[in-house]
């Protein structure tokens, strides 16, 4: 069967007086262009393009480019976006003012958009075009080059030239020029509607995955490279994809992407988006799922120098005393599943300061170092103890379990966990018994998980594996809010309400199934989050279920920002409005179990952070327990005792804002009756 790849690529460098002209966008889809034609010969899709430059990229062309072109694509085919050129804003109309507090929409600017009678492309205007797109179910890609992008919308470097920013359009653009038809706008109309919808508005949306070249309050940059005008993400993200030994997943391409340009632009920041998070593991331009190995991105900072891509908000420790964390560098288009081979590491790193987002490092190992270096990091030593775990029982099943523990890091010792003698210095107990080993608390034998049956070197391995898995997700819970920030508890707001609109303001909330026409179904909600704080801040939502699962999949991307929009602060919902289903799996409940708990982690921070790096699925549990697990105070407390903050005092005066953050949580118990 043939695979297609339909191709819109639009590039707008002469624009129509008074917008000002660009110089790098034609330069940028040129060299897409080139990409994709060589991809096309390697693996064999048929590549269907259709390009529109400068005079050519009317308003028009463009939407007759998604409807008559993109939407050709169809299941197993890949339909993909790409545009280069000025972003900017218009008045929204009053239809629009619910959910833009700035009443402004972020737009692409077309050839003709200032012309008499033109108008920009409107981000929901562009968010409905892919919903078309979408409805065939082909693997969907937008990547925009311009000003105002993270939201759905180009403007420096070294060797800077320009902005791709434009003027917003002050006219007040009325309801019936944008794209949707009458009943889509008497709908709209209706969802908006605060007395009719209380909980929120909801807008169509397709399937997509979705780069952009900076937030939506930030300028995206042209560069001049060697004497050709480019922009700075379009050139390190094309650069990326050719030097990449092989296919790079979503998450690859931005990772490095996005160090690429922090390293060298001020106050820019690529963005990432997907509808379904775990699309951003597929190679780009679509694939099969490829497995996942999280890994840190070490990189050169404008104001840090070399840091990684992770902080305290990951669990990262600081030093303490002469102890550090300890990284292997390998080159970046190292595929993942090798990244357990050290010997083919090509240096090392360690850990010098912990930040929320970021460390900064020290590099050893490696020659000349440069500011395009890029590397992907794993951690092969903590400066923390380990957590200690008691091993008892059956002598086989125990003298394997032993063994394993000191190899169980690469050929080394659990980064998480050593053995100790006594129940009183243990943090879990690993029980060889029957046959089968089952982690337990120290103080009795009631399994946390299920039993793993038999005692091989596989079986051993997979129980050390489930004890630093539940490690890591109580290291998430008790993550709390460093003692001196500055950012207030209540900076960012979690507001969550009922399907009827109704708010729910405790922190403990217990929600149960209910009789509808002769059903039980499962409670839902809505989420907003609104920030009240003076500056704009970056949230992540954490989903920790009680089978020991981190999800950051409630925002697109893994988080997102909140800016400052007059005196009511910004606002955005959870899941993009969409309701919230609460449930107690079939499979639980077919078990006898009738109560599961949600904790809902909302992790603020003055600066972007990679929350997908602390996402893990959930294990199994025992056949007969109830999944909500019991805290002790011995073990949680001391699963996160350092808070690590910066030393105001160290730094000089004028660099005393520093980047913060705090953590809150609700917790969310579910019941359904038998």
Request: glycine letters at 6%; aromatic letters at 8%.
């Amino acid at each position: 069967m043939t695979h297609n790849i339909y191709a819109l690529l639009v590039a707008i460098d002469e624009y129509i007086s008074p917008v000002p002209s660009l110089n790098g966008c034609v330069n940028d889809i040129l060299a897409i262009q080139e990409y994709l034609q060589a991809r096309v010969a390697t693996d064999g899709y048929q590549l269907h393009l259709r390009t529109l430059l400068d005079r050519d990229a009317t308003r028009q062309a463009i939407i007759d480019g998604f409807r008559q072109h993109l939407c050709q694509a169809s299941s197993e085919d890949v339909a993909f976006f790409y545009y280069a050129g000025h972003g900017s804003q218009e008045q929204a109309p009053q239809e629009f003012w619910p959910i833009e507090p700035d009443r402004l929409d972020e737009t692409l600017v077309c050839y003709d958009s200032r012309s008499p009678g033109g108008w920009d492309l409107a981000d929901k205007e562009l968010a409905k075009l892919i919903a078309e797109v979408a409805e065939n179910n082909p693997h969907v890609t937008i990547i925009l080059d311009c000003c105002h992008s993270g939201s759905g919308t180009r403007g420096d470097l070294e060797r800077e030239t320009a902005i791709r920013k434009t003027s917003t359009d002050k006219r007040q653009r009325p309801l019936e020029s944008f794209i949707f038809s009458e009943s889509e706008i008497d709908k709209l109309s209706a969802t908006l509607n605060s007395e009719k919808n209380p909980s929120g508005w909801s807008f169509p949306i397709g399937k997509h995955i979705f780069l952009a070249a900076c937030r939506d309050s930030e300028t995206a940059k042209e560069f001049n490279d060697k004497g050709q005008p480019r922009g700075a993400f379009s050139y390190f993200l094309v650069d990326t994809l050719k030097k990449a030994n092989g296919n790079l997943t979503y998450r690859d391409l931005f990772k490095r992407t996005h160090a690429l340009v922090r390293s060298k632009v001020s106050a820019q920041s690529p963005q990432i988006e997907a509808t379904e998070l775990s699309d951003l593991d597929q190679p780009f331009l679509g694939g099969a799922i490829a497995q996942h190995t999280p890994y840190f991105t070490v990189f050169s900072d404008k104001n840090y120098g070399w840091v990684m891509d992770g902080g305290a908000v990951h669990g990262i420790s600081p030093p303490v005393g002469n102890e550090t964390t300890i990284l292997a560098l390998f080159p970046f288009d190292t595929p993942t599943e090798e990244l357990r081979q050290l010997p083919t590491a090509v240096g090392e790193a360690t850990i010098l300061e912990v930040m929320p987002q970021l460390s900064t490092i020290q590099i050893s190992g490696i020659g000349d170092l440069t500011s395009e270096m890029t590397w992907k990091a794993v951690v092969t030593s903590l400066p923390l103890p380990p957590k200690g775990v008691l091993l008892a029982g059956e002598q086989a099943g125990v003298e394997l379990a032993r063994t394993t523990l000191l190899t169980a890091n690469r050929n080394q010792p659990s980064l998480y966990l050593q053995e100790v003698a006594t129940p009183e210095a243990a943090d879990f107990k690993l029980l060889a018994s029957d046959g089968q080993y089952l982690i337990t608390r120290p103080a009795d034998d009631r399994p946390l998980v299920a039993a793993i049956k038999g005692y091989t070197d596989v079986t051993a391995l997979q129980a050390i594996k489930r004890l630093e898995h539940i490690t890591r997700w109580l290291n998430i819970t008790e993550l709390a809010s460093p003692a001196t920030s500055r950012i207030p508890p209540n900076a960012v707001e979690m507001l969550i309400y009922q399907q009827d609109g109704s708010p729910l303001l405790d922190t403990q909330i217990p929600l149960e199934y209910q009789q509808a026409n002769g059903k039980w179904q499962s409670p839902r909600l809505k989420i907003k989050l609104k920030n009240t704080f003076n500056e704009p801040l970056y949230c992540a939502l954490l989903d920790l279920n009680d089978r020991y699962a981190v999800s950051a999949e409630l925002l697109n991307g893994g988080g997102i920002w909140l800016e400052l929009r007059g005196e009511e602060g910004d606002e955005a919902w959870v899941n993009r409005g969409n309701l919230i289903y609460l449930q107690v799996p079939r499979k639980l409940w077919q078990k006898g179990i009738t109560e599961v708990q949600d904790i809902l982690k909302l992790i603020v921070c003055s600066t972007e952070f990679d929350a997908t790096l602390l996402e893990q699925p959930e294990l199994d549990l025992p056949q007969r327990l109830s999944p909500t697990p019991r805290r002790g105070n011995g073990t949680l407390n001391r699963l996160m005792q350092r808070i690590p903050v910066r030393d105001l005092s160290s730094r000089p005066e004028e660099e005393e804002i520093y980047d913060d953050w705090v953590t809150s949580q609700i917790s969310i118990t579910t019941v359904r009756p038998l």
